[in-house]
Nanobody
Framework: VQLQASGGGLVQAGGSLKLSCAASGQTLSVYVMGWFRQAPGKEREFVAAISWNGISTLYADSVKGRFTISRDAAKNTGYLQMNSLDPGDAAVYYC?????????????????????WGQGTLVTVSS
């Protein structure tokens, strides 16, 4: 499956952005989908994940209550709604897909668990 992330941009602190992850080549519905981010000089970190059927979600503590992950099977697309953004959220955001084995933060939170990655979309937050 090929993934294409989009929707990044420049936003003021307190603002919102919605990222999209469009899949092609295969249905996204058979995969767990995750969002990760990487700021300059930092390691790639887990943001959120959603189960293959969209029923279960997991979030990093830093974004819980502010970000919402979702997916639309008909559009073969996943989303990350980001609200109340602050400068600490600025990073390149990546969407990724992995098989359905293992649904826990310890598993879905690891970048190495994901076989498929999008190219990343840049989110900049001005203070």
């Amino acid at each position: 499956v090929q993934l294409q992330a989009s929707g990044g941009g420049l936003v003021q602190a307190g603002g919102s952005l919605k990222l999209s992850c469009a899949a092609s080549g295969q249905t996204l519905s058979v995969y767990v989908m995750g969002w990760f981010r990487q700021a300059p000089g930092k390691e790639r970190e887990f943001v959120a994940a959603i189960s293959w059927n969209g029923i279960s979600t997991l979030y990093a503590d830093s974004v819980k209550g502010r970000f919402t992950i979702s997916r639309d099977a008909a559009k073969n697309t996943g989303y990350l709604q980001m609200n109340s953004l602050d400068p600490g959220d600025a990073a390149v955001y990546y969407c990724a897909a992995k098989g359905t084995a293992g649904w826990s933060l310890a598993v879905v939170g690891r970048p190495s668990a994901y076989a498929y990655w999008g190219q990343g979309t840049l989110v900049t937050v001005s203070s």
